[in-house]
């Protein structure tokens, strides 16, 4: 699932379209905004964060509901449609995982932002963080090119990844 969700924010898109005139590659637009991952080992306890994303354009706060991605299972194939070693779909069980969320900042820019994580009153586990994030941007069907000036592709969003490690501590992850 995780794989999915990375995929998904990135703007993956075909191979064949990173020849595209301009970088206007195609496949889905990236989204504006910080995927939150969350370590294993401390993911039962990080249900939910607030984030607070402040940069020359003003602030923007947000709740960011955690999701855990616990361990997936290969579907068959229904009888006699393929080999019986080729798995036609993926069940996610639940299970231990790394946490996962996302938070659209449709304001944010290629600049420099102040980002402030915190976990509500009473969470299990206490996390107040304020760090210096500079945002990437990320073209439909390519790779994050860090510092990559708006200009780098048509369609590009601008995005970053927030870490919350075992110990509560908060990271630029890419």
């Given amino acids: ?15 064949g379209d990173a020849g595209a005139p ?7 637009a ?8 969350v ?13 607070r994303v402040c ?15 616990g361990p997936a299972s290969a579907l068959p194939c229904p009888s006699g449609t393929a080999d ?15 946490g996962y969320g996302y938070a659209p900042v449709p304001q944010l820019t290629a600049d420099p932002v102040t980002v402030t994580v915190t976990t509500p009153a009473g969470a299990p586990l206490a996390i107040t963080a304020e ?9 439909p069907g390519r790779t994050p090119s860090a510092g990559a000036a708006a200009s780098a592709c048509a369609g590009g969003a601008p995005q970053a990844g927030l870490r919350i490690a075992a110990d509560g501590t908060v990271s630029q992850s890419r």
Avoid at 84 to 98: M, Q
């Fill in 55 to 69: 940069g020359g354009w003003g602030c923007h706060d947000q709740d960011v509901p955690l999701h855990i991605s």
């Fill in 30 to 37: 990236p989204l504006r905004g910080f995927g939150v991952e």
């Fill in 22 to 28: 301009d970088g206007a590659a195609g496949g889905p």
């Fill in 84 to 98: 019986p070693g080729t798995a036609c779909g993926v069940a996610h069980l639940p299970g231990p995982g790394p």
């Fill in 131 to 139: 760090l210096q994030v500079r945002p990437s941007i990320v073209c």
């Fill in 39 to 51: 370590d294993e080992a401390v993911a039962p306890r990080v249900s939910l964060v607030h984030v």
């Fill in 1 to 15: 699932m995780a794989v999915l969700l990375v995929g998904a924010l990135s703007g993956c898109a075909a191979p």
